[in-house]
């Protein structure tokens, strides 16, 4: 089964950095896409970035790029999402996630970071 686990979220200032890690388990991760997510108060539930098995490719959204950085290690099986110049609409519980290559939906999921960035 696989289990995925966030860490490093917390409460910063705006124009701040912090910088998330997922740690995955319970598979090989080979040809597997790993995202990031958030979801703010409120609000449903919003891709953030996802990178492929190689890290050949990634993906932003339009109000993140040039500010987070996805990566993984796949020996150690760990995706990381570096986050700078924070800004207070950048709060949310942020979560990983995985999915095959072949499929365009996340099938497992963490429980979650909360980030909050104050003005």
């Given at each position: 089964?696989?289990?995925?686990?966030?860490?490093?979220?917390?409460?910063?200032?705006?124009?701040?950095?912090?910088?998330?890690?997922?740690?995955?388990?319970?598979?090989?991760?080979?040809?597997?896409?790993?995202?990031?997510?958030?979801?703010?108060?409120?609000?449903?539930?919003?891709?953030?970035?996802?990178?492929?098995w190689s890290a050949s490719y990634t993906y932003y959204t339009d109000s993140v790029k040039g500010r987070?950085?996805?990566?993984?290690?796949?020996?150690?099986?760990?995706?990381?999402?570096?986050?700078?110049?924070?800004?207070?609409?950048?709060?949310?519980?942020?979560?990983?996630?995985?999915?095959?290559?072949q499929s365009n939906d996340y099938e497992s999921w963490g429980?979650?970071?909360?980030?909050?960035?104050?003005?």
């Amino acid at each position: 089964q696989v289990q995925l686990v966030e860490s490093g979220g917390g409460l910063v200032q705006a124009g701040g950095s912090l910088r998330l890690s997922c740690a995955a388990s319970g598979r090989t991760f080979t040809n597997y896409v790993m995202g990031w997510f958030r979801q703010a108060p409120g609000k449903e539930r919003e891709y953030v970035a996802s990178i492929g098995w190689s890290a050949s490719y990634t993906y932003y959204t339009d109000s993140v790029k040039g500010r987070f950085t996805i990566s993984r290690d796949n020996a150690k099986n760990m995706v990381y999402l570096q986050m700078n110049s924070l800004k207070p609409e950048d709060t949310a519980v942020y979560y990983c996630a995985v999915r095959t290559v072949q499929s365009n939906d996340y099938e497992s999921w963490g429980q979650g970071t909360q980030v909050t960035v104050s003005s």
